[in-house]
């Protein structure tokens, strides 16, 4: 049965190193255990560098050349890595290149959103091999299984690939399956999702283990792998885009809270808008109401900017890449730019006071394209409002952050399964 909230940490992904323990598992300290520590270590390094010889991966891991020798043989019989050419332009004989074997292990990610699913495969590389998007229009029989299943198999399909090849799954959605019940909270808007079978009707429906995670902690797992938060042991990211939300990082590890509904930050109540009671059936709340993407654009009509839309995300990127290019020569845009930037310091100005972190990424298609005209501006409302001052910076991933958040953290996974030799027979 899938599990609802793997516990993970968003750095590092499910599980870490060999396991120990009954069924055959390796005992720290063993030969076998090393051994397959010195295999996962040049598989990372794989990873990383792509390419490399036998002395070099030696030097690397520290291994003498024998050991690595063995060691590449080992897991090249294993087919976790391949020979893809000889070293050229050193003086002496070329030494062959070893790489991971990217079809040693598919995982893969769904961003499901209420207009549509976009599903991708990836080897276990992190080269994405297949994408496929299912709009929310597409008729599909079998209601939310039926379009996951759907998605994931047309991804599949685009890679070469049947199902069964697909290690493992990670779906992103907006709000969070509840621990306790199983079902979907805070996403309101996303119909048919909502069933308290749900979860089991997904892990009957498909053949690889499938974990589930909010969109917007998937955009922070994706940020601290490899954007703009890497590195970072606490911070927040706050997002804006059908709808405002945080991810929050404490300690290296994503916070959900008892229900997953950590961070659901647009429901705060908030100076300058209405108290609103009853949230859960109002479906939004005051910083909803203050800085979603529909208050942005009543504000850009409200300095005289004719704000567009439906839809609306786009018409609010559209307006705030152009307010940032044009803000030093029309005041109208200044206006829009300060405004929404003193909105968007009081939410985050909340966050801060209870959570004191070192760095607030924003991200999201009515956050980012404001730039650093936008955030100069964060930045200068939040030193009035809050006494702490983190650093704030935008995200570094942008084009599909969730589809790429699902997908690192179905591949961390997967590789802590498969590059697991401790567990191979001899």
């Not at 839809?311 to 609010?316: M, Q, S």
């Not at 307010?323 to 930037?341: F, K, N, P, S, T």
């Not at 958040?405 to 399964?417: F, I, M, V």
């Amino acid at each position: 049965m899938a599990s609802t909230a793997p516990d993970r940490d968003p750095g590092t992904g499910t599980g870490a190193g060999p396991r120990t323990g009954g069924g055959g598992a390796a005992t720290p300290g063993t030969p076998r255990t090393l051994r397959a520590m010195n295999d996962r270590a040049a598989l990372d390094l794989l990873l990383a560098h792509g390419p490399l010889s036998r002395p070099r991966i030696g030097r690397l891991t520290g291994l003498s050349k024998p050991t690595a020798s063995q060691l590449l043989a080992r897991l090249e019989a294993a087919g976790l890595v391949e020979a893809t050419g000889v070293s050229e332009g050193r003086p002496g004989p070329n030494a062959r290149l070893y790489a991971v074997n990217p079809r040693a292990a598919y995982a893969a990610g769904l961003d499901v959103t209420a207009d549509r699913i976009h599903a991708a495969v990836a080897d276990v590389t992190g080269e994405i091999v297949g994408e496929f998007r299912l709009p929310a229009t597409t008729a599909v029989p079998g209601g939310v299984v039926g379009r996951v299943a759907g998605a994931l198999l047309g991804a599949a399909e685009e890679a070469g690939l049947a199902l069964g090849a697909v290690h493992r799954l990670v779906i992103g959605t907006p709000g969070a399956f509840d621990p306790a019940t199983g079902r979907l909270r805070y996403a309101a808007h996303l119909p048919g999702w909502h069933s308290p079978t749900l979860l089991e009707e997904l892990a009957d429906a498909l053949p690889m283990p499938v974990a589930y995670e909010n969109d917007v902690n998937l955009v922070a797992l994706a940020e601290q792998r490899t954007g703009a938060a890497r590195g970072h042991e606490d911070f927040v990211l706050l997002w804006n885009e059908t709808g405002l939300g945080a991810a929050l990082v404490l300690g290296g590890r994503l916070h959900r809270g008892v229900t997953g509904g950590a961070g659901e930050v647009g429901l705060l109540p908030v100076p300058g808008t209405p108290l609103v009671r009853r949230v859960a059936q109002a479906g939004a709340g005051g910083f909803q109401e203050l800085a979603g993407v529909r208050p942005f654009l009543r504000l850009a009509g409200a300095c005289g900017i004719e704000p567009g839309g439906p839809p609306y995300v786009p018409a609010a990127a559209r307006l705030l890449a152009e307010a940032a290019e044009r803000h030093g020569e029309d005041e109208r845009y200044a206006r829009l730019l300060d405004a929404y930037a003193e909105r968007l310091a009081v939410g985050v100005a909340a966050l801060v006071a209870v959570l004191d972190p070192g760095l607030v990424v924003l991200s999201g298609a009515a956050l980012r394209p404001g730039g650093e005209p936008l955030l100069a501006r964060v930045q200068a409302h939040l030193a009035e409002l809050s006494d702490a001052q983190p650093r704030l910076v935008l995200g570094a991933v942008e084009r599909r952050p969730v589809l790429r958040g699902a997908l690192q953290s179905a591949l961390a996974a997967t590789r802590d399964e498969v590059f697991d030799t401790s567990r191979r027979p001899r």
